[in-house]
């Protein structure tokens, strides 16, 4: 037994000593490589023979690969298969759970956002919840796939959660389970005609379905949209052709986003096709703490190019790229790697920095011995951003009055309000031009 284990430790080895090999290119690289290999192997070996019980050699070897993985930044995973055909599954669209997005923080399980109408929305989850114990399991110091797993389950079983928030003591949430049929866009007409339209998720529905509801909401309002007010608070991303395919649809032509690897000769281009659906109307869009990544693409390009107002407060922070790279055919999992970082129109990197909004407004005043919010910045092993640029909290944050009702969304009434004021002027630029010509 104990030969069978070196010899997978060897064989795990030797793929590693050759990537090392051809990274370093010499004699030194390639000793100083197999002296560590030879220490892990010790180490596997002596676990086997003299640890308290008897291990899991299988369970062993996937710790130690996500220990190297997760060394590197906090979105560097490996998938054994069970997670690999949840996270196809998810990206489909469609699972079965509760419907959170959720990373590591200070070994805490934590909610970056609840997706919309999911059960975990409706039950009042919150981003920055942690969640410390799963059906009175503790998941504190527990890895995401152990806590996906415990979350995840049969339609219509319930599972309770309990979560730690900042100014109040730990509770129980009892929630039940169901088919996470996620809907990515959400709208419809607000107050005095206001077109609305939310993207909670990227996933490989999101562009038609964005697509379908500017064409209901032109029906809606008889003829082409005035502005709108595209809401991606709590989107936690997804995937970048969608991020960039939406962008598209209100840009004409020009760049989108790029993304540059290790080499640069790797350096990638998106760019926008000519033609914008709403015709220079203008656009406001919300965003906050729990919008990344695919998210950040949308709103960073649309602001660079000059197309829309950012509104509410900083996002995540989650200017990296990851590649899902199968495993002998997705038999053994995936391997999901950083591999690149991602740059708006404008050059800019919004790694561990996040996009500060043009008119900063909190969606409610800070709780009582509530610390500062979460983002990518304060994951561990956080990879920094390159120009050595810090996230910076906004001083001039709005809150609503003292005696704004806690049901109604404070940061939607300034969007609509902002939104009409932009429409007004745009109206009456069109009216002066009409009047010179």
Request: charged share 25%.
């Amino acid at each position: 037994m104990r030969l069978h284990i070196i010899a997978s430790a060897i064989a795990f080895g030797i793929g590693a000593a050759a990537l090392a090999v051809s990274a370093q290119g010499d004699e030194r690289g390639r000793d100083a490589t197999f002296r560590q290999l030879e220490l892990f192997g010790d180490i596997l070996s002596r676990i086997e023979s003299d640890y308290v019980s008897d291990p899991d050699q299988a369970e062993l070897i996937e710790a130690a690969i996500n220990g190297m993985l997760g060394s590197l930044d906090p979105h560097s995973a490996y998938l054994n298969p069970t997670a690999f055909r949840d996270m196809q599954v998810s990206t489909r669209g469609e699972y079965g759970g509760l419907g959170i997005e959720v990373t590591i923080r200070d070994d805490f399980v934590t909610v970056v956002s609840p997706i919309a109408e999911t059960p975990a929305d409706r039950a009042g989850i919150e981003p920055e919840d942690r969640i410390i114990a799963v059906d009175g399991e503790s998941m504190i110091g527990a890895g995401i796939d152990v806590a996906v797993e415990r979350m995840r389950g049969p339609a219509g079983e319930p599972v309770t959660i309990t979560i730690s928030r900042d100014g109040v003591e730990p509770f129980d949430v009892t929630i039940v389970r169901a088919i996470i049929e996620v809907r990515s866009v959400i709208y419809r007409m607000e107050a005095n005609n206001t077109p609305y339209l939310r993207i909670t998720t990227f996933n490989e529905h999101t562009t038609e379905a964005t697509v379908r509801a500017l064409n209901d909401l032109r029906e809606a309002n008889g003829g082409p949209l005035p502005g709108l007010i595209l809401d991606l608070r709590s989107n936690p991303g997804g995937l970048l052709d969608q991020s960039v395919s939406v962008s598209d649809l209100f840009l004409s032509g020009g760049e989108v986003v790029s993304t540059r690897g290790r080499d640069p000769r790797n350096t990638y281009r998106f760019n926008a096709r000519p033609g914008d659906v709403l015709n220079g109307a203008p656009i406001v869009v919300l965003m906050n703490a729990g919008s990344a990544s695919a998210s950040e693409i949308v709103a960073g390009a649309l602001r660079d190019r000059e197309r829309a107002v950012l509104m509410g407060t900083n996002s995540f922070g989650k200017g990296s790229m990851q590649t899902v790279i199968p495993l002998r055919g997705g038999r053994d999992g995936a391997l999901r790697l950083t591999t690149a970082r991602y740059y708006t129109p404008s050059g800019t990197s919004i790694q561990a920095t996040g996009l500060e909004p043009d008119i900063a407004i909190g969606f409610r005043r800070p709780r009582e011995g509530e610390t500062n919010r979460f983002s990518e910045a304060s994951l561990r092993n956080a990879l920094t951003n390159e120009t050595g640029a810090q996230r910076r909290e906004r001083e001039d944050m709005e809150y609503p009055p003292e005696d704004w009702p806690e049901d109604q969304d404070y940061q939607l009434h300034r969007a609509m309000e902002q939104l009409a004021s932009m429409m007004e002027r745009r109206e009456a630029n069109a009216s002066t031009r009409n009047r010179r010509q």
